[in-house]
Protein backbone atom coordinates (compact mmCIF):
# COMPACT_ATOMS: atom_id res chain seq x y z
CA UNK A 1 0.00 0.00 0.00
CA UNK A 2 1.80 3.72 -1.07
CA UNK A 3 1.61 6.47 0.87
CA UNK A 4 -1.06 7.73 -0.93
CA UNK A 5 -3.72 4.93 -0.51
CA UNK A 6 -3.26 5.48 3.38
CA UNK A 7 -4.01 9.28 2.62
CA UNK A 8 -7.68 10.06 3.73
CA UNK A 9 -9.42 10.86 0.40
CA UNK A 10 -11.60 12.68 2.74
CA UNK A 11 -11.18 14.80 5.89
CA UNK A 12 -13.46 16.67 8.13
CA UNK A 13 -12.37 18.65 10.91
CA UNK A 14 -14.53 20.57 13.30
CA UNK A 15 -18.26 21.07 11.27
CA UNK A 16 -20.07 22.68 12.90
CA UNK A 17 -24.24 23.73 11.37
CA UNK A 18 -26.39 25.27 13.95
CA UNK A 19 -29.58 27.13 12.63
CA UNK A 20 -31.11 30.23 14.33
CA UNK A 21 -34.68 30.79 14.48
CA UNK A 22 -36.38 34.16 16.11
CA UNK A 23 -35.56 37.57 17.70
CA UNK A 24 -35.23 40.36 14.64
CA UNK A 25 -38.06 41.85 12.70
CA UNK A 26 -40.11 38.56 13.41
CA UNK A 27 -39.98 38.63 17.17
CA UNK A 28 -39.74 35.69 19.36
CA UNK A 29 -37.27 34.26 21.21
CA UNK A 30 -33.79 34.09 19.41
CA UNK A 31 -32.76 30.15 19.67
CA UNK A 32 -30.17 28.21 17.99
CA UNK A 33 -30.39 24.88 17.81
CA UNK A 34 -26.58 23.17 17.08
CA UNK A 35 -27.63 20.38 14.29
CA UNK A 36 -23.89 19.38 14.26
CA UNK A 37 -21.42 20.62 16.81
CA UNK A 38 -17.91 19.92 16.64
CA UNK A 39 -17.27 16.91 14.08
CA UNK A 40 -14.64 15.46 12.95
CA UNK A 41 -13.33 12.10 10.88
CA UNK A 42 -11.19 10.99 8.31
CA UNK A 43 -12.33 8.48 4.83
CA UNK A 44 -9.79 6.71 3.63
CA UNK A 45 -9.55 5.38 -0.39
CA UNK A 46 -12.29 2.24 -0.79
CA UNK A 47 -13.73 2.44 2.77
CA UNK A 48 -17.22 3.09 4.21
CA UNK A 49 -17.94 4.83 7.68
CA UNK A 50 -20.92 4.57 9.30
CA UNK A 51 -22.33 7.15 10.91
CA UNK A 52 -25.45 6.22 13.42
CA UNK A 53 -27.73 7.74 16.09
CA UNK A 54 -31.10 8.46 16.46
CA UNK A 55 -33.61 10.67 14.66
CA UNK A 56 -32.24 14.06 15.16
CA UNK A 57 -28.88 13.12 16.04
CA UNK A 58 -27.13 15.52 13.11
CA UNK A 59 -26.06 12.24 11.14
CA UNK A 60 -28.19 13.55 8.37
CA UNK A 61 -27.10 17.10 8.60
CA UNK A 62 -23.13 15.99 7.86
CA UNK A 63 -23.66 14.34 4.76
CA UNK A 64 -25.18 17.09 3.37
CA UNK A 65 -23.13 19.82 4.90
CA UNK A 66 -19.93 18.09 3.38
CA UNK A 67 -21.49 18.51 -0.45
CA UNK A 68 -22.43 22.05 0.50
CA UNK A 69 -25.88 20.99 0.02
CA UNK A 70 -26.76 23.03 3.25
CA UNK A 71 -24.42 25.51 4.39
CA UNK A 72 -21.99 24.93 7.66
CA UNK A 73 -21.72 26.67 10.21
CA UNK A 74 -17.71 26.76 10.52
CA UNK A 75 -15.01 23.94 10.20
CA UNK A 76 -13.24 22.12 7.17
CA UNK A 77 -14.32 19.03 4.58
CA UNK A 78 -10.87 18.65 2.68
CA UNK A 79 -11.62 16.37 -0.61
CA UNK A 80 -8.21 15.61 -2.37
CA UNK A 81 -6.40 18.46 -1.13
CA UNK A 82 -9.16 21.19 -1.37
CA UNK A 83 -11.43 22.58 0.91
CA UNK A 84 -15.14 21.74 0.18
CA UNK A 85 -16.57 24.84 2.03
CA UNK A 86 -14.08 27.42 0.80
CA UNK A 87 -14.31 26.42 -2.80
CA UNK A 88 -15.70 29.02 -5.57
CA UNK A 89 -18.43 27.79 -7.61
CA UNK A 90 -16.02 26.88 -10.45
CA UNK A 91 -14.33 24.25 -8.25
CA UNK A 92 -17.20 22.82 -6.84
CA UNK A 93 -18.67 22.15 -10.13
CA UNK A 94 -15.62 19.79 -10.47
CA UNK A 95 -15.83 18.80 -6.73
CA UNK A 96 -19.58 17.62 -7.26
CA UNK A 97 -18.16 15.25 -10.48
CA UNK A 98 -16.81 13.44 -7.59
CA UNK A 99 -18.86 13.57 -4.37
CA UNK A 100 -22.32 12.25 -5.01
CA UNK A 101 -25.16 11.53 -2.94
CA UNK A 102 -27.90 8.47 -2.91
CA UNK A 103 -30.88 9.72 -0.78
CA UNK A 104 -33.38 8.02 1.39
CA UNK A 105 -36.55 8.11 -0.65
CA UNK A 106 -36.22 7.13 -3.87
CA UNK A 107 -39.27 8.21 -4.94
CA UNK A 108 -38.92 11.79 -3.71
CA UNK A 109 -35.63 11.94 -5.37
CA UNK A 110 -36.95 11.46 -8.67
CA UNK A 111 -38.52 13.98 -11.06
CA UNK A 112 -41.75 12.14 -12.15
CA UNK A 113 -41.96 13.82 -15.23
CA UNK A 114 -38.84 12.70 -16.35
CA UNK A 115 -38.11 9.61 -17.96
CA UNK A 116 -35.19 7.62 -16.34
CA UNK A 117 -33.23 8.39 -19.74
CA UNK A 118 -33.26 12.02 -18.69
CA UNK A 119 -32.69 11.66 -15.31
CA UNK A 120 -29.51 9.45 -15.56
CA UNK A 121 -28.42 11.84 -18.15
CA UNK A 122 -29.00 14.57 -16.72
CA UNK A 123 -25.43 15.03 -14.63
CA UNK A 124 -23.79 13.57 -18.01
CA UNK A 125 -24.93 16.59 -19.41
CA UNK A 126 -24.12 19.03 -17.11
CA UNK A 127 -20.48 18.02 -16.57
CA UNK A 128 -20.59 17.66 -20.66
CA UNK A 129 -19.60 13.70 -20.13
CA UNK A 130 -21.35 12.35 -23.13
CA UNK A 131 -24.01 12.93 -26.09
CA UNK A 132 -26.13 11.56 -28.05
CA UNK A 133 -26.25 7.67 -28.72
CA UNK A 134 -22.97 7.55 -26.37
CA UNK A 135 -25.22 9.29 -23.62
CA UNK A 136 -27.88 6.52 -24.28
CA UNK A 137 -25.23 3.96 -24.11
CA UNK A 138 -23.90 5.06 -20.72
CA UNK A 139 -27.22 4.99 -19.88
CA UNK A 140 -28.43 1.76 -20.57
CA UNK A 141 -25.25 0.56 -19.39
CA UNK A 142 -25.49 2.33 -15.47
CA UNK A 143 -28.91 0.45 -15.58
CA UNK A 144 -28.17 -2.61 -15.96
CA UNK A 145 -25.01 -2.26 -13.81
CA UNK A 146 -27.26 -1.81 -11.15
CA UNK A 147 -29.47 -4.67 -12.13
CA UNK A 148 -32.48 -3.26 -13.99
CA UNK A 149 -32.91 -3.79 -17.75
CA UNK A 150 -31.32 -0.92 -20.27
CA UNK A 151 -35.24 -0.78 -21.14
CA UNK A 152 -35.78 0.91 -18.14
CA UNK A 153 -34.77 3.51 -20.00
CA UNK A 154 -37.68 5.21 -21.42
CA UNK A 155 -40.04 4.53 -18.46
CA UNK A 156 -41.04 6.71 -16.06
CA UNK A 157 -40.66 6.36 -12.04
CA UNK A 158 -43.75 5.85 -11.20
CA UNK A 159 -43.55 2.25 -13.10
CA UNK A 160 -41.48 1.39 -10.66
CA UNK A 161 -41.23 -0.25 -7.19
CA UNK A 162 -39.13 1.33 -4.72
CA UNK A 163 -35.85 -0.84 -4.80
CA UNK A 164 -35.99 -0.55 -8.09
CA UNK A 165 -36.15 3.42 -7.97
CA UNK A 166 -33.25 2.74 -5.43
CA UNK A 167 -31.16 0.97 -8.26
CA UNK A 168 -32.18 4.09 -10.54
CA UNK A 169 -31.07 6.33 -8.01
CA UNK A 170 -27.67 4.49 -7.32
CA UNK A 171 -27.19 4.73 -11.60
CA UNK A 172 -27.67 8.23 -11.46
CA UNK A 173 -24.99 8.93 -8.46
CA UNK A 174 -22.51 6.54 -10.90
CA UNK A 175 -23.18 8.45 -13.96
CA UNK A 176 -20.05 11.05 -13.29
CA UNK A 177 -17.72 8.20 -11.95
CA UNK A 178 -17.66 9.85 -8.16
CA UNK A 179 -14.79 8.58 -6.09
CA UNK A 180 -16.81 9.58 -2.48
CA UNK A 181 -20.54 9.29 -2.17
CA UNK A 182 -22.80 9.81 0.88
CA UNK A 183 -25.43 7.13 1.23
CA UNK A 184 -28.01 8.61 3.10
CA UNK A 185 -30.15 5.69 4.82
CA UNK A 186 -30.37 4.08 1.40
CA UNK A 187 -32.05 1.31 2.55
CA UNK A 188 -34.61 2.61 5.55
CA UNK A 189 -37.39 3.10 2.95
CA UNK A 190 -37.52 -0.17 1.51
CA UNK A 191 -38.52 -3.43 2.57
CA UNK A 192 -36.51 -6.08 4.47
CA UNK A 193 -36.23 -8.54 1.77
CA UNK A 194 -35.04 -5.68 -0.65
CA UNK A 195 -32.21 -4.00 2.06
CA UNK A 196 -29.93 -6.78 1.41
CA UNK A 197 -29.74 -6.83 -2.66
CA UNK A 198 -28.98 -2.73 -2.52
CA UNK A 199 -26.31 -3.30 0.45
CA UNK A 200 -25.12 -6.01 -1.74
CA UNK A 201 -25.05 -3.87 -4.77
CA UNK A 202 -23.56 -1.03 -3.08
CA UNK A 203 -20.65 -3.34 -1.62
CA UNK A 204 -19.90 -4.59 -5.08
CA UNK A 205 -19.88 -1.50 -6.87
CA UNK A 206 -17.26 -0.14 -3.85
CA UNK A 207 -15.22 -2.69 -4.67
CA UNK A 208 -15.37 -2.61 -8.55
CA UNK A 209 -14.63 1.51 -8.75
CA UNK A 210 -12.80 1.62 -5.46
CA UNK A 211 -15.89 3.83 -4.04
CA UNK A 212 -15.74 5.79 -0.74
CA UNK A 213 -18.93 5.75 1.50
CA UNK A 214 -20.20 8.02 4.22
CA UNK A 215 -23.37 5.65 5.28
CA UNK A 216 -25.71 7.11 7.03
CA UNK A 217 -27.81 5.22 9.28
CA UNK A 218 -30.11 4.27 12.05
CA UNK A 219 -30.16 0.86 11.68
CA UNK A 220 -27.36 -1.10 13.08
CA UNK A 221 -27.84 -4.30 11.75
CA UNK A 222 -27.31 -3.00 8.34
CA UNK A 223 -23.94 -0.78 9.31
CA UNK A 224 -23.13 -4.18 11.01
CA UNK A 225 -22.56 -5.53 7.40
CA UNK A 226 -21.45 -1.97 4.96
CA UNK A 227 -18.96 -0.54 7.27
CA UNK A 228 -15.57 -1.03 8.82
CA UNK A 229 -15.91 2.15 10.61
CA UNK A 230 -18.77 3.41 12.75
CA UNK A 231 -19.24 6.95 14.17
CA UNK A 232 -21.98 7.55 16.68
CA UNK A 233 -23.94 11.01 16.95
CA UNK A 234 -25.55 11.82 20.11
CA UNK A 235 -27.45 15.41 19.99
CA UNK A 236 -24.97 16.55 17.00
CA UNK A 237 -21.81 14.86 18.33
CA UNK A 238 -19.64 12.51 17.69
CA UNK A 239 -19.87 10.26 20.49
CA UNK A 240 -17.57 7.58 19.95
CA UNK A 241 -16.06 6.16 16.34
CA UNK A 242 -13.87 3.32 15.71
CA UNK A 243 -13.26 -0.06 14.21
CA UNK A 244 -16.47 -2.39 13.96
CA UNK A 245 -16.27 -4.76 15.59
CA UNK A 246 -14.86 -2.17 18.92
CA UNK A 247 -18.00 -0.03 18.39
CA UNK A 248 -20.26 -3.24 18.20
CA UNK A 249 -19.01 -5.36 20.66
CA UNK A 250 -16.67 -3.60 23.28
CA UNK A 251 -18.16 0.04 22.73
CA UNK A 252 -16.85 3.08 25.58
CA UNK A 253 -19.64 5.54 25.54
CA UNK A 254 -22.76 4.84 27.45
CA UNK A 255 -24.98 6.16 24.48
CA UNK A 256 -23.62 3.23 22.30
CA UNK A 257 -24.37 1.06 24.96
CA UNK A 258 -27.57 1.85 24.94
CA UNK A 259 -28.07 2.27 20.91
CA UNK A 260 -27.11 -1.51 21.22
CA UNK A 261 -28.65 -2.75 23.59
CA UNK A 262 -32.13 -3.02 21.27
CA UNK A 263 -29.94 -4.42 18.32
CA UNK A 264 -29.88 -8.11 18.75
CA UNK A 265 -26.57 -9.93 18.73
CA UNK A 266 -25.06 -11.84 15.83
CA UNK A 267 -21.92 -13.31 15.14
CA UNK A 268 -18.98 -11.16 14.88
CA UNK A 269 -17.77 -12.68 11.56
CA UNK A 270 -19.85 -10.71 9.50
CA UNK A 271 -18.17 -10.64 6.20
Known sequence: MTTADREPIISVRDLKVHFHSGGGLLGGEARTVKAVDGVSFDIGPGQTLGVVGESGSG?????????????????????????????SAGELRKLRQEMQIIFQDPSGSLNPRMR?????AEPLQIHGLAKGR??????????ERCGMPASAAERYPHEFSGGQKQRIGIARALAVKPKFIVCDEPTSALDV??????????????REFNLSYLFISHDMAVVRHMCERIAVMYKGQMVEEGERDQILYE????????LLSSVPRTDRAVG
Open 193 to 206: SIQSQIINLLRDLQ
Open 116 to 120: IREII
Open 59 to 87: KTTIGRAMLRLIPATSGTVTYKGTDVLAA
Open 251 to 258: PNHEYTKR
Open 134 to 143: DMDKQVGELL
